[in-house]
């Protein structure tokens, strides 16, 4: 029964840890909201909330159930990418001979594109014979996306503005997670809701003007689409986020004028 399942799976290897990392942030995700539900909107008493309740039960089981499963393996994937990742950045040819055998087993594990990557960096450095790189080494997996995200220092903010402070990577990862999490929240908050209600729970939407200005009523029903600074908060953090992910191409070097030579 499992058969169709295993051959479907291992044709996914180069895919293999952003299925893991995807299902296990989602388990996560749904396990925290129905920590949130139950302890903190005390969502098993308030009669307002009780079309939640069966779903979040159902919710917490499953991802509770998925994260047991998922999450280790999850884990050890990651803990053999990060062991890679050391490999490819190391320069040191005595390191990567003494864990060779560990990288190639990790690369193996993470799949075909790895596995290329390793033997690309190994014939840099002279540690495996070959004249020319291995053409699967520059193919792309899913989870490069995030990688390049999260350890860039040429963000398309950088470029457009030629501070040295933007080529940080603590700034574009906070101005990507901050960015992010904004966006997150704000669809949130149209769609279910922030701010309490007369029923002292959170089922109205925020309205942003309003409430930076102490104005009344301050928030509306959820869902509620028709506030103006709202949308321009999504618009804002989009092009935040936009801005902070890596720019393509080289990175232009500022042509230095000559000194004129003295006759």
């Known amino acids: 029964m499992l058969a169709p399942f295993k051959r479907w799976w291992e044709s996914q290897r180069d895919r293999h840890l952003f299925i893991l990392g995807t299902i296990s942030f989602i388990s996560f995700a749904v396990v925290m909201w129905s920590i949130i539900f139950f302890f903190f909107l005390d969502g098993a008493q308030v009669q307002d909330l009780e079309h939640l309740r069966n779903p979040t039960w159902a919710g917490l089981f499953v ?82 996306i995030l990688i390049n995200w999260w350890a860039t220092e040429d963000s398309r903010l950088s470029r457009m503005l030629n501070l040295n402070f933007l080529r940080e990577r603590w700034f574009n990862r906070s101005l990507a997670f901050t960015s992010v999490s904004g966006f997150l929240l704000q669809i949130y908050n149209m769609i279910l809701g922030l701010a309490k209600s007369e029923n002292d729970t959170r089922e109205n939407t925020l309205h942003l003007w309003e409430y930076l200005n102490g104005m009344s009523p301050g928030s509306y029903a959820a869902p509620y689409f028709d506030d103006v600074s709202g949308w321009l908060f999504l618009l804002i953090t989009a092009a935040l986020a936009w801005s902070s992910y890596p720019a ?16």
């Open 63 to 144: 991802g509770f159930t998925v994260l047991i499963f998922v999450g280790p393996e999850f884990i050890h994937y990651h803990g053999q990418w990060s062991f890679l990742m050391e490999i490819l950045n190391s320069t040191s040819r005595a390191e990567m001979g003494r864990q060779r055998k560990e990288a190639e087993e990790a690369a193996t594990l993470l799949g075909s594109v790895w596995s290329a990557r390793l033997k690309a960096h190994y014939i840099e450095y002279g540690l495996a014979k070959g004249r020319s790189t291995p053409t699967k080494a520059e193919d792309s997996v899913p989870e490069d």
């Open 248 to 263: 393509s191409g080289e990175r232009p070097v500022p042509e230095v004028p000559e000194p004129d030579e003295e006759e």
